[in-house]
């Protein structure tokens, strides 16, 4: 089982980084996204940040051409009918990843990988809804992913052993470098980061000290590179209050319980810097 040409489902944050990845790397991309609107804004983003990548020496402008000119764009599934390896990066639905695993199933070949950049959704639900349930895994992506270095893959109880190898070799062949782990409610990294994040909002909530303290005791005395806080903003509250809602709910353990502070950012709209305002204010 070989990676050649890859599609990418959802021309959102994390679609238009995948395509862009893969393009550098070679591959041939068929991106497709049910809105040209978004595929339009997609092909923008992508041409940004490959001139950012030619301004940086990563990439020379020749190559950051190419790599565009690899991308084609649909807004319909046909096109998966030649990929070998197809990643899903639409919204975070059951129902809509499993509605186009099903419609994927009909269009593409039986040995073709379905891989999954859900977050937050059990792989082993979703490979179940496929008739071929050992070709589903996840690739879970982090953003900005032309610049974060791991693809945690994810291994539902279904997943083959040459599905996994395949799409571990296919990490490798576009630079990132693969961790695999067993499906479970957060996987790894954000069952560790979410409740950090939760935590720190939690000190805040009791008045220990201001967030800019907070903070910046993580960064002098644990030698984080960003305080929790700054980071909970950066990766959006309502998406940290979603991964501890997973969290609460799948092991049924009060120890993943959703500070209240962190429920009311949410519903007060101040969801970091996305929305100008979180734990800082930010210039929208
Ligand atoms: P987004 O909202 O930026 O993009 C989603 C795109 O999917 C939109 O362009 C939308 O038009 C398209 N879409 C929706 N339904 C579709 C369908 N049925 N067929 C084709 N296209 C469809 O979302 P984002 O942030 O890129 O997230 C996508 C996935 O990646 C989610 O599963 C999310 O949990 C996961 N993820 C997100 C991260 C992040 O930092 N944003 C990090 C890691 C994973």
Known sequence: MKIETVGVIGAGTMGNG?????????????????????????????????????KKGVLTEAEADSALARITQATTLDPMADCDLVVEAIVERLEVKT?????????CRKDTVLASNTSSISLTQLAAAS???????????????????????????????????AVTEATLAIGKTPRVSKDSYGFI????????????????????????????MMKLGANHPMGPLALGDLI??????????????????PKYRPSPLLKQMVHAGYLGRKSGRGFAHYAT
Not at 239 to 252: A, R, W
């Open 18 to 54: 995948i395509a862009q990845v893969f393009a550098a790397a070679g591959f041939p991309v068929v991106m497709q996204d049910l809105s040209q609107e978004a595929l339009d804004r997609a092909r923008a983003t992508m041409q940004g940040s490959l001139a950012r990548q030619v």
């Open 99 to 107: 509605g186009v695993i099903g419609q994927l199933d009909a269009i």
């Open 131 to 165: 008739t071929h349930p050992g070709r589903v895994i996840g690739m879970h992506f982090f953003n900005p992913v032309p610049v974060m270095q791991l693809v945690e893959i994810i291994r539902a109880l279904q997943t083959t052993d040459e599905v996994a190898a």
């Open 189 to 216: 990294v954000n069952r560790l980061l979410a409740p950090l994040i939760n935590e720190a909002i939690n000190c805040v909530y009791e008045g220990l000290a201001t967030p800019e303290d907070i903070d910046s």
């Open 236 to 253: 959006g509250l309502d998406v940290v209050l979603n991964i501890m809602e997973t969290l609460y709910s799948g092991f049924d353990d």
